[in-house]
């Protein structure tokens, strides 16, 4: 009898770790799945997000990274448009669904800028919420893989009140603007030394006329 009680209490402990182990299995393969969905997902939707702002957390204004690093990792600048935000449509969709609207974010404009839009928030390094940290020559390699691949940089100018740098383009796409906003002030600095210091905003826009 002491033998059966032995086996049938071993059978049992092994019953338990086998469903124990099946469980934690399970989960790590819900997990697996989940990652996994959610990756085809933001790949199926690389297609349509000039304009989508991936928001870790509308509240804060806090931007998902990650979703911004795979969306350079994975841009064809050949399904890219370009094209600005409707802000009528915007305001109406506001007035009929206010409950349902993220942010937007709309770049600074320059007081002689008036006919540059917003363009590509979707690839847009964002500062409200987050911390960035790029060196002058990993913002502009970034932007080179957005941009249409005939570019010439035809100017720039300095906000130093924003510390903020607008260096324009041309192309056979149209005129196109990034912005720079850097992490110190650059003031009393020319424009060698600027660069050297921390970006920690990158954002578009393109000319309109």
Do not use: W
């Amino acid at each position: 009898m002491k033998i059966k009680r032995k086996i049938l209490i071993t059978i049992s402990i092994i019953s338990l770790l086998f469903v124990g182990c099946s469980n934690t299995n399970s989960n790590q393969n819900m997990k697996v799945e989940s990652k996994q969905e959610q990756n085809e997902l933001n790949k199926a939707s690389l297609d349509d997000i000039e304009h989508d702002v991936p928001y870790a957390n509308l509240d804060t204004g806090e931007i998902d990274i990650e979703i911004i690093n795979e969306r350079y990792n994975n841009v064809d600048k050949q399904k890219l448009n370009y094209d600005a935000i409707d802000i009528e449509a915007l305001v109406e969709e506001h007035n009929n669904n206010p409950d349902n609207m993220s942010k937007i974010y709309i770049a600074e404009q320059p007081n002689s800028d008036t006919s540059y839009k917003t363009i590509l928030e979707g690839y847009s390094y964002i500062s409200e919420g987050n911390v960035f940290n790029f060196t002058y020559e990993e913002a502009i390699e970034l932007a080179k893989k957005v941009l249409p691949d005939d570019i010439e940089e035809v100017d720039y100018t300095l906000n130093k009140e924003l510390n903020t740098e607008y260096k324009y383009y041309t192309s056979s796409k149209g005129n196109f603007r990034v912005d720079l906003r850097y992490a110190n002030d650059f003031s009393n600095k020319d424009i060698d030394e600027i660069h050297k210091d921390s970006i920690i905003a990158i954002s578009y826009s393109k000319e309109f006329k």
